[in-house]
């Protein structure tokens, strides 16, 4: 079979159980298979796939028809300038996220060598992509998980930023090391009974530990709060993603801990997605 005719059988599959976007995926996971990018997808439409790669493509179009996010086929996501590797130990970065990422490039753009804590560093998106566009700036992740911290070193060995990169594996309530004068986190804030009804690539696929926020969705967003508020620095800055519905309540969390709001963020669907406060 050639290539094109392959594609467009794996695209009729995904098309039938109502993928919103059959052709790219299709496309994109040929490219995985045979480790070429599109342009050659395109130029070599006609030649023929080895019976191997062929079966190896039908594979990856049944697990994508059973809902696997094509991120964890490719272990691949692209996020702010850099590709990431991701595995299904990480959440997938999301686009949402980015919002972070360039409001701590604005907030930090006249600072020189600071130090910013990631609570929850999952596969380094936020941290290692400020790191790359800083390169003054060092980094310190957490994570409970150590295969998040293994996918996370490795990604800032990609972005070259390894060298300005601590990473421990720890609970956000037993970690004490250091001061820091920016912290950031994405810890899991989605409320427990409400995980089931998320899209069904992330409630079958995605960790459930870095998304369940417990019985009112604020269990872990509570720890990170306090700690952040123990490990900053005087006037030093924190930056929390949230749910679209947590911002009174985590406002009032961070007032007790001595966190002053400086602005909520919406994200590009228009809902409260990040605060971000200065420590007083
Ligand atoms: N924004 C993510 C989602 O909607 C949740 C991320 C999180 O809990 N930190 O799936």
């Keep these: 079979m050639?290539?094109?005719?392959?594609?467009?059988?794996?695209?009729?599959?995904?098309?039938?159980?109502?993928?919103l976007n059959p052709y790219l995926?299709?496309?994109i996971l040929m490219s995985k298979v045979i480790n070429?990018?599109?342009?050659?997808l395109l130029l070599n439409a006609q030649n023929k796939i080895e019976e191997k790669?062929?079966?190896?493509?039908?594979?990856?179009?049944?697990?994508?028809?059973?809902?696997?996010p094509v991120s964890y086929l490719t272990n691949k996501k692209l996020f702010w300038k850099s590709e990431f590797?991701?595995?299904?130990?990480?959440?997938?970065?999301?686009?949402?996220?980015?919002l972070i990422v360039e409001n701590i490039l604005n907030l930090t753009k006249n600072k020189n060598k600071i130090s910013i804590l990631d609570i929850g560093i999952g596969s380094g998106c936020i941290l290692l992509s400020i790191l790359s566009e800083r390169k003054d700036?060092?980094?310190?992740?957490?994570?409970?998980?150590?295969?998040?911290?293994?996918?996370?070193?490795?990604?800032a060995i990609n972005l070259k930023v390894h060298s300005r990169l601590k990473l421990y594996k720890s609970n956000v309530d037993k970690f004490t090391l250091g001061k820091y004068d920016l912290i950031v986190s994405n810890p899991p804030y989605i409320k427990?009974?409400?995980?089931?009804?998320?899209?069904?690539?992330?409630?079958?696929?995605?960790?459930?530990?870095?998304?369940?926020?417990?019985?009112d969705g604020l269990s872990e967003i509570r720890k990170v709060i306090k700690k952040s508020s123990e490990l900053i620095k005087k006037n030093g800055k924190f930056i929390l993603e949230i749910g679209f519905d947590q911002k009174n309540k985590v406002t009032k969390l961070l007032n007790k801990e001595g966190f002053y709001i400086k602005s909520a963020l919406k994200d590009l669907a228009n809902n409260d997605r990040c605060i971000i406060c200065t420590k007083i």
Aim: aromatic letters at 10%; proline letters at 3%; one cysteine or more.
């Design 36 to 40: 070429k990018d599109k342009k050659y």
């Design 137 to 155: 700036f060092y980094g310190t992740g957490i994570d409970i998980s150590q295969n998040c911290l293994k996918v996370a070193n490795m990604n």
């Design 53 to 68: 790669k062929l079966s190896l493509f039908k594979k990856f179009i049944d697990e994508r028809s059973k809902g696997k």
């Design 2 to 19: 050639d290539i094109q005719s392959a594609i467009n059988q794996g695209a009729q599959i995904l098309k039938n159980k109502f993928f």
């Design 85 to 98: 590797f991701v595995t299904e130990d990480t959440l997938i970065p999301r686009p949402d996220t980015e």
């Design 25 to 27: 995926d299709s496309e």
């Design 192 to 215: 427990k009974h409400i995980l089931k009804y998320l899209d069904k690539g992330v409630v079958k696929f995605e960790p459930k530990i870095a998304l369940d926020g417990g019985l």
